[in-house]
């Protein structure tokens, strides 16, 4: 299972946006408050899609509102509808999709009309199953640049603000002032990074939809050189195909008052982002494991973010140190066992035992659980050596049944500070193989 799964997923290069509307409050709303689900670094939320709800990821690093995974909601209509072609991270080909307008989204008080869309039409491109959730889109600049957005990763709740001055002096009391800018309806932060013992100044993409903590682009001239002790590994999916790279340890990161020490970078190779259009000496993202330290206010109309330390500030980097990534491949019916809680008669002292047979108090039913496959096996890995491969499928992990995990819990349990023994258990061409292996860190 990998930690980062989308990073930055979308960048549309086929068509100009015009006339798209943003998020705006319904009559008599203030303020919206949107529980959030956090999984693996990365925010969903529900938002109505005319009429119909979906699951959508919120993502700061993309400008346009796009849907995928369309096959279980028919049911959605949509206008105006045209072909496009869609190209972004990644080194394959475009992709078909769909440009939709004129659409009415709807979250919690706040609505968006003459909304458009981009629709991508290959289903293979599918979080849902790197999730373990389903996850039919993504909206970025839309929901984030007319109001104050307040992301709370400790309570897991996104709440949003009216940009007033009444908002702006409570906020300025709590937390510290960052300067941003907005650049092609991106959000853009100066730090720096200590790399190779070298302070080296670095623009980057504020990206929550990254759950990476940085991503840097390797360029010598800037001295951005990716570190000798590193390891190859699968960055995430693009548009155009799967994001490769290296992943290394460097010494410091710093954006405004903030440090970080022994963070974990990753380093896209050239091939996946050639299709990414860049702004201006843009070094890389900072994203979610970062990120996910502060609680977060966003105020693109002013160019500010507002930061504040969470309990989570100084927790360490960790990275997946098995090379295995796991993914959904269907349900399955479980039988479980239920214990029944049959409580005899008292009649006076005595007790009735009449049709009470604690031997018997239990009975079957049937669930619905998820099936887990190893979608990829980083190359000389602990679990490649072991010899796991792609495509096996999980029966058990540490003998405990696959599917009683979560794909986050499983996340977790390959990114341990501790160097555990992991046994998989799998089913390969209808043969049960058993595989056991040491959470190394190589960085």
């Known amino acids: 299972m990998k930690q980062i799964i989308i990073s930055v997923l979308a960048f549309i290069c086929s068509l100009p946006v015009f006339g798209q509307e943003s998020f705006v409050f319904e009559k008599g709303v203030e303020k919206v408050s949107i529980p959030f689900k956090f999984i693996n670094n990365l925010i969903f939320i529900p938002i109505k899609v005319n009429g119909i709800e979906l699951n959508f990821m919120l993502d700061s690093g993309v400008e346009e509102t796009i849907l995928f995974s369309m096959e279980d909601k028919k049911e959605v209509s949509f206008f105006n509808v045209e072909k496009i072609t869609l190209r972004g991270l990644g080194s394959e080909a475009s992709i078909e999709g769909l440009k939709s307008t004129n659409n009415i989204l709807e979250c919690n008080g706040m609505k968006s009309g003459n909304h458009l869309l981009y629709i991508v039409l290959d289903q293979s491109f599918n979080l849902s199953s790197h999730i373990g959730i389903p996850v039919n889109g993504i909206v970025g600049y839309n929901f984030l640049k007319n109001n104050l957005v307040e992301i709370n990763y400790g309570s897991k709740k996104i709440s949003v603000y009216k ?5 702006k002096k409570r906020i300025n009391k709590k937390f510290q002032v960052v300067p941003i800018t907005i650049e092609k309806s991106k959000p853009y932060i100066s730090g720096s990074v200590v790399l190779n013992s070298n302070e080296i100044p670095v623009k980057l993409l504020i990206d929550i939809g990254n759950s990476d903590a940085i991503w840097l682009f390797e360029k010598e001239s800037k001295g951005i050189k990716i570190p000798a002790k590193n390891f190859e590994d699968y960055l995430g ?3 155009s195909g799967d994001v490769e790279g290296k992943r290394a340890q460097i010494s410091k990161f710093k954006i405004s008052n903030f440090e970080f020490r022994n963070p974990i970078v990753a380093f896209p190779d050239s091939t996946s982002i050639q299709n990414v259009r860049m702004v201006k000496d843009r070094a890389g993202s900072v994203g979610s494991e970062i990120l ?10 002013n160019q500010k973010m507002f930061l504040r330390k969470n309990n989570n500030y100084s927790a360490p980097f960790s990275y997946n140190k098995s090379g295995v990534e796991l993914q959904h491949y269907g349900l399955q019916w479980v039988q479980e066992t239920v214990r029944l809680e049959t409580i005899p008669i008292i009649v006076g002292d005595e007790i009735d035992k009449r049709g009470y047979n604690s031997s018997n108090n239990f009975k079957y039913k049937f669930a619905l659980k998820p099936i887990y496959i190893i979608a990829n096996v980083r190359k000389n ?3 490649a050596i072991s010899g796991l491969q792609k495509g096996d499928i999980i029966v058990s992990i540490n003998n405990k049944p696959g599917y009683e995990f979560t794909l986050e819990k499983i996340n977790s349990l390959l990114k341990s500070e501790d160097e555990d023994w992991i046994t998989f258990e799998i089913e390969r061409d209808s043969q049960i193989m058993n ?7 190589v960085l």
């Open 292 to 301: 996910k330290r502060f609680s977060i206010i966003f105020d693109y109309s």
């Open 163 to 167: 940009d007033s001055e009444k908002n």
């Open 435 to 441: 595989f056991k292996f040491h959470l190394l860190n």
């Open 237 to 239: 999916k693009g548009f």
């Open 381 to 383: 890995s602990p679990a």
